[in-house]
Each structure stands twice: as C-alpha cells, then as structure tokens.
Nanobody
C-alpha cells in the first residue's frame, strides 16, 4: 500500500500563505492523479485541487486564483501553494493518490491541519 506523508500545515493569519507537500512512498506503482482534499469540522471532505500525471489540473471554485497545485512525478510528490488564505480555508488537508489497477486504488494521507486566523 502507498504511504502518503503530508507536511507544511500550520497557523497563519488571513491573507497569508502556506505550502503543503505530500510525498508518496512504498509500492507507489503507477500513480496517475494526485491531489488535495480538505475537511472542516462538521463538514464533508471536499476536493481542493488535483493534478494528473500529464499535468492537467482541476480546482474547486472556492480556491481558483489563490491555490496552485504542482507535482514532481520523479519524486512522487505533490505540492499545494496556498495564497491569500481565508478563515474559511481552515480544515484538515488530505493528500490523495490514485493508482488504477491496484488495490486500494485510492490512497490517503493522515492529513495536516491548516488554521487561518482572522
């Protein structure tokens, strides 16, 4: 099973920036899409941004223009640059890696807390 380890979370003031990293290791196989999801207290987990192995990106409307997802496929690492952070961005951010044809196909990290103070 793939191990995903997130880092870079923390406490920041509104308007500030953070950069999250997620490194995949162990039986990485062929990872296609990697991405970030988040879950705020009392809410469902939601998509933040994804990036395919070909570099195609997808963003939630709420983060477009503020967040940028990037990837180093050679290192099996995905990044999330978060700028102009808002209090509503406060959540646990989870890394995800998709491996079609493997079990489990969808792999999750343990999450990293991002707190944006107003």
């Amino acid at each position: 099973q793939v191990q995903l380890v997130e880092s870079g979370g923390g406490l920041v003031r509104a308007g500030g920036s953070l950069r999250l990293s997620c490194a995949a290791s162990r039986s990485t196989g062929i990872i296609t899409t990697m991405g970030w999801y988040r879950q705020a207290p009392g809410k469902q987990r939601e998509l933040v941004a994804t990036i395919t192995s070909g570099g195609v990106t997808n963003y939630a409307d709420s983060v477009k223009g503020r967040f940028t997802v990037s990837r180093d496929s050679a290192k099996n690492t995905v990044y999330l640059q978060m700028n102009s952070l808002k209090p509503e961005d406060t959540a646990v951010y989870y890394c995800n890696a998709d491996r079609p044809g493997y079990s489990p196909r969808s792999n999750w990290g343990r999450g990293t807390q991002v707190t944006v103070a107003s």
